[in-house]
Structures are given as C-alpha cells and as structure tokens.
T-cell receptor
Framework: AQKVTQAQTEISVVEKEDVTLDCVYE???????LFWYKQPPSGELVFLIR??????QNEISGRYSWNFQKSTSSFNFTITASQVVDSAVYFC?????????????FGDGTTLTVKP | DGGITQSPKYLFRKEGQNVTLSCEQN?????MYWYRQDPGQGLRLIYY???????QKGDIAEGYSVSREKKESFPLTVTSAQKNPTAFYLC???????????????FGSGTRLTVV
C-alpha cells in the first residue's frame, strides 16, 4: 500500500530564511508520480510540481526547488529566502502507476509560518 | 477562466439529513475526485471518476454517494449513514495523460460542512 509521511507538522521561520519541507514515501510500484501542493489560508489547494519516478533530476522554479532521491524514497521541497506569502500548509502526494485515474495519497501536511 | 466551482461554500446539516455538494468544472478534464479534509490531517479520498457514468470508491466511501452523468459535474451526497460528516470537502479534477497517469490536480475552493 502506498503511504506518504511528512514528519514535520509545523515549521516556523523568519522571513528570508531558507526552509526545507520533508516528504518520505512508500510504494511497491516502480512507476509512480509525486506531487507537492500548497494550501494557503483561503483553503484552496494549488498544484506546485509533478515528478515521475524515472526522472530524478532536481528542479528549480524561482525560490522553490525540489530534491527527489529514490535511494531514500524522499521528495523534499526547499523554499529559498522565504517570504510571508509562503505561509501555508504544504502537502506531498503520491500516485502509483498501476492505479486507475491517478488517485493520490496525501501526507498530513506541514504548516509553514513565515514571520516578518 | 477555466476552473472548478464548488457550492455552497458553507453548509449546515441536521442529524439524519442528506445533503448534496456541488462540483462543476469547465477544464474538460476526464478525471474528477472528492476528498475529505479534517483539521490537522491530510486529504482522504472518498470517490473518484475517470469517465462519465463510471466511478469508484476511495478509502472512506461509506456514508457517501456520487454520480457522474456529465463530464463537467461530479456531485457528492453526504447521507445520514455518515456518522461524522463535519469536515472540509474538496473536489478536484485532472487531465489524464494515460489511464493511470495524471498531470496534477486542480482543486475547487471547498465546502465546509457542519452538523448542527
């Protein structure tokens, strides 16, 4: 069975600090997809990134970067020079390759608070 | 603009009452999903649908029902059999890259259901 663990329940940083959100996953499939979503206080989740199991290249998008390591089953998310607007709950999710319709399993989320 | 519309934003249910949550998308996405979010927890899958007139149970389908009569619409009914329905309900849709691969979810803004 697939499982996603986000061990950090809450993180608090001061603006301009770098912060890394951890995500560890479990799956028996060789083909799978990993995602990060952001849930701001308004409640609506926003898709951030998708990564498939065959692509271990790290990705950078502005202040956001993602580190995918199959050897440790981790897909960590780093925000560089954090800003107050980054305050949100961040979810990591996993979709297995043999699962119909791409249903996803979510971690419990990490609440990030960025203080001015 | 394309997106997912959930209504109502807030819903109050009396004991023993069935209520229906609306979810409409104009993104031309094939797959649609219902998730439930409880405070401090991740999202748990209730039902999902890959094509019209077909849907599958998720991890917590008991006490819920759905229909998919149109590609754009995927309403969720919370029945009286659901003993603890107070939660935040999120509808999502996704483009299917294959039968098992999705690009990533687009979420609606959610419905907050409270039992009174």
């Amino acid at each position: 069975a697939q499982k996603v663990t986000q061990a950090q329940t809450e993180i608090s940083v001061v603006e301009k600090e770098d912060v890394t959100l951890d995500c560890v996953y479990e799956t028996r499939d060789t083909t799978y997809y990993l995602f990060w979503y952001k849930q701001p206080p308004s409640g609506e989740l926003v898709f951030l990134i998708r990564r498939n199991s065959f692509d271990e290249q790290n990705e950078i998008s502005g202040r956001y970067s993602w580190n995918f390591q199959k050897s440790t089953s981790s897909f960590n998310f780093t925000i560089t020079a954090s800003q107050v607007v980054d305050s949100a709950v961040y979810f990591c999710a996993l979709s297995e390759g043999d699962t119909n319709a791409g249903k996803s399993t979510f971690g419990d989320g990490t609440t990030l608070t960025v203080k001015p | 603009d394309g997106g997912i519309t959930q209504s109502p934003k807030y819903l109050f249910r009396k004991e023993g009452q069935n209520v229906t949550l609306s979810c409409e998308q104009n993104l031309n996405h094939d797959a649609m999903y219902w998730y439930r979010q409880d405070p401090g927890q991740g999202l748990r899958l209730i039902y999902y649908s890959q094509i019209v007139n077909d849907f599958q149970k998720g991890d917590i389908a008991e006490g819920y029902s759905v229909s998919r009569e149109k590609k754009e619409s995927f309403p969720l009914t919370v029945t009286s059999a659901q003993k603890n329905p107070t939660a935040f309900y999120l509808c999502a849709s996704s483009r299917l890259l294959s039968a098992t691969e999705i690009y990533g979810y687009t979420f609606g803004s959610g419905t907050r259901l409270t039992v009174v």
